[in-house]
């Protein structure tokens, strides 16, 4: 039962994840290739870089203004015994139109030699691509077991990638199965970060140089890469989270990845981004949006459709299956048309058009604005006992009212009025309507808020005797504003309606009023240290002190009564020394008390203890000696006299 | 009844006075100081207050201590306990008694404050 409702939930579970494919959170902007075209641009400086910078700018598919230049600084610095830099120098003319590099026989024989078990990856990489671009011929079989051979002497990840990179130059008729099983095996290598990224633990260069390889193999084979959507996905989040560079190479292998993902034949990620904010109104009817590949190249072959539009806080459906129109390379819509409530829209949006689109669903947040406007605005002062009927005044917005309204503390001052939206009419409930009362002698400000009621008009009474808390009791004019606020309002409103004069009972408050200052000095506050305990008066203690020391007298009187004495104190050194050390055990003691800490005590003590260990030891084996000598004096006296003598020294010796 | 109690008392008084080794006196003596020492620490504790309470324990501890340390050495010293402490000297047993006392004392020190 247990794993069946197991199986259910993951079912279950799977099906919701699938239905929410991932879209990219990073993508280049067209500032971004800018930047990354200006970095691939810059002056080069030897071999290498000349390499990165051509080769990487004829992927992004812009060509090199002065090519003769170029073709003759490769040529110059050409060093024909390397094989990396006819590496270079071979990948960097081919991307130059009309670029010749000179071969000799010596140079294919080492570029031929290097094609072995060997060498090490890179090495053969170098060495075919420098062939390929050249036009030598080489043998592919030879390329695909020294390749083989390779990567299983050298397991890491950019071996691997190069020798995918190899591959894609060989001929079609080689054995490239097992090299393509690899792109799994590496794939399944990359580590998923929160479910965003996918990338390398070897970093940005590795993801976007085995992007680049895997689709360029892929692409010649013909066989369709094992990574699934969702990976290509963050891969590209991986790859175009970055926007600046720090190396020539790390560019060159975005250009790289940002060329393959824009340009094969298996998958192409789609970037969908709303041009401007993803706002309409009235002003501003259409929805515009830019479908573009990873390199911010339109996708003109596409078809844009909305699926499904609905309102955020109602869910009911507003559009679908309906399409954009492409016009100056943005696709638009004419929201406005479906004339929507003012609110947030969720959309659904899905891409069309070839099979190779990855991530082309996409769902998008599309905020409707409109201007409000003040119907009704109705202000009137109420007596609380109702005996006088109210008088109302209407005011239209943006005027203010002729006559100042007075309120004091038997009336109310009373306010209600409408929110419509301009064009159609219909009541509106904004987020912010607030009401301010700004005294203009003074300064001061009191803010409320209007609340709506169930016909959604709005209503604002000010009770003067409740409230005078908030004005500090301050009689005088106030002038009366509407304050009108929300995301989806296009003309936010303050409004001065009238002003209002209100007189409070008590007038307690002082004739100025300070701001409230918050960063003024505040108040010290005086620390209140323990107070040491109440000790009881010193006669009292030395009392107890006696009391307690008394027993010590009757102690020396019992036992000078029981007939205690030292006759027996022998003067040997070792019990001298013992009885020395004692007391300096004693001494140690008190100086403890007052002076020293545990530690230092531990070291005195361990001295004079040790001291005292062996002269006591000493002393109390002769006494144990002399005591059963007595003993068997005693006992020889019992046995030869009969006499009962008592057992035991009849001396007691003070220890 | 009473005059049961107080036979019982006067006879054990008596037996007390007779067969007690002197030895066993003395260290009785000793033991009827530490007591009353206690008692007068706990009274002024009750009566007055426990101020220095830190005190007050270290000299109590110190009482109760000692008071045992001395009747283990009345037990392991009595000769009438001889068969029960057969590797027991009495110069043994003044050892460890002197010896627990130094750790007592440097415990209590520490304590008194």
């Known amino acids: 039962m247990y794993p069946f409702e197991g199986l259910f939930s993951l079912l279950v579970l799977s099906l919701v994840l699938e239905t929410q494919a991932l879209t990219p959170t990073h993508h280049l902007t067209t500032t971004d290739v800018a930047r990354l075209q200006a970095v691939l641009s810059q002056p080069f400086t030897d071999l290498k870089s000349a390499y990165y910078s051509v080769v990487g700018l004829s992927k992004l598919g812009i060509f090199v203004a002065d090519a003769d230049e170029t073709c003759r600084f490769i040529n110059s610095n050409l060093d024909p015994s390397s094989v990396e830099s006819l590496f270079y120098a071979a990948e960097a003319s081919q991307a130059l139109s009309g670029c010749e590099i000179p071969v000799t026989n010596d140079t294919r024989d080492l570029l031929l030699a290097t094609v072995s078990e060997d060498s090490t990856a890179s090495q053969i990489h170098q060495s075919v691509s420098a062939l390929s671009a050249l036009g030598l011929p080489l043998a592919s079989q030879e390329v695909v077991s020294a390749l083989k051979a390779r990567i299983s002497k050298e397991d890491n990840v950019l071996a691997i990638i190069l020798a995918l990179q190899t591959a894609s130059r060989l001929s079609q008729q080689a054995e490239l199965g097992e090299i393509l099983e690899e792109i799994e095996d590496l794939a399944a290598r990359l580590d998923d970060l929160g479910g965003v990224y996918l990338q390398f633990e070897e970093g940005l260069e590795a993801t976007a140089l085995f992007v680049s390889a895997a689709y360029s193999l892929s692409d010649h084979v013909d066989m369709e890469p094992p990574l699934k959507e969702d990976q290509v996905i963050q891969l590209v989040n991986s790859i175009f989270s970055k926007k600046s560079w720090d190396s020539l190479s790390e560019a060159f292998s975005v250009a790289s990845a940002a060329a393959s993902l824009s340009n094969n034949r298996f998958h192409v990620p789609v970037i969908v981004s709303a041009q401007g904010p993803a706002a309409v109104s009235h002003s501003h009817p259409f929805l515009q949006l830019q479908v573009t590949d990873v390199l911010c190249q339109p996708l003109s072959s596409a078809s844009v459709l909305v699926e499904s539009a609905s309102a955020v806080a109602s869910k009911s459906a507003i559009l679908s299956q309906a399409p954009f129109t492409l016009r100056d390379g943005v696709f638009e819509l004419n929201f406005m048309a479906s004339q929507p409530a003012s609110g947030y829209y969720q959309f659904s949006v899905a891409i069309t058009g070839d099979s190779r689109f990855v991530a082309n669903h996409v769902e998008l947040k599309v905020k409707v604005s409109t201007r409000v406007a003040i119907n009704n605005m109705d202000l009137s002062v109420v007596d609380k006992d109702q005996s006088i009927g109210p008088k109302t005044t209407r005011v239209e917005y943006p005027t203010k009212a002729k006559a100042s309204f007075m309120a004091d503390s038997h009336q109310n001052f009373a306010m209600t009025f409408q929110l419509v939206d301009e064009t159609t009419g219909v009541e509106l409930t904004p987020h912010q309507t607030f009401v301010r009362l700004h005294n203009q002698k003074t300064g001061q400000e009191v803010v409320f808020v209007a609340e709506p009621d169930s016909k959604n008009l709005y209503k604002f009474e000010l009770d003067t005797a409740e409230r005078k808390t908030e004005f500090d009791s301050i009689s005088g004019t106030y002038a009366l504003y509407l304050m009108v606020g929300d995301a989806t309002l296009e003309n936010p409103i303050l409004w001065n309606v009238a002003d209002v004069v209100l007189k409070f009972l008590d007038e307690e408050a002082p004739g100025t009023i300070q701001a409230k200052t918050l960063y003024v000095p505040k108040p010290e506050i005086q620390h209140l240290f323990r107070e040491p305990e109440k000790k009881p008066p010193t006669v009292v203690s030395n009392a107890f002190t006696a009391l307690v020391l008394s027993p010590f007298l009757l102690l020396l009187i019992l036992w000078f009564k029981l007939g205690a004495n030292i006759s027996n104190f022998t003067l040997s050194p070792s019990t001298i020394l013992f009885h020395i050390g004692h007391a300096a055990m004693l001494g140690l003691m008190y100086v403890y008390w007052t002076h020293l800490n545990m530690f230092q005590t531990l070291k005195y003590l361990a001295i004079i203890g040790s001291l005292t260990f062996l002269a006591g030891n000493r002393m109390l084996a002769q006494k144990a000696v002399k005591r059963s000598a007595h003993i068997v004096f005693s006992f020889n006296l019992k046995c030869g006299g009969g006499f009962f003598s008592s057992p035991g020294l009849n001396s007691i010796q003070i220890n | ?113």
């Open chain 2, 1 to 113: 009844m009473s005059n049961s109690v107080f036979s019982v008392i006067s006879r054990f008084v008596e037996e007390y006075r007779s067969s007690t080794p002197n030895k066993l006196k003395m260290i009785d003596a000793y033991l009827l100081y530490i007591l009353l020492t206690g008692v007068f620490q706990f009274l002024y504790c009750v009566l007055v207050g426990t101020f220095p309470f830190n005190s007050f324990l270290s000299g109590f501890i110190s009482c109760v201590g000692s008071f045992i340390l001395a009747v283990c050495l009345r037990i392991q010293i009595n000769p009438q306990n001889k068969r029960d402490f057969l590797t027991v000297s009495p110069e043994r047993a003044f050892a460890d008694f002197l010896f627990a006392h130094t750790v007592l004392h440097l415990v209590v020190v520490n304590f008194v404050g």
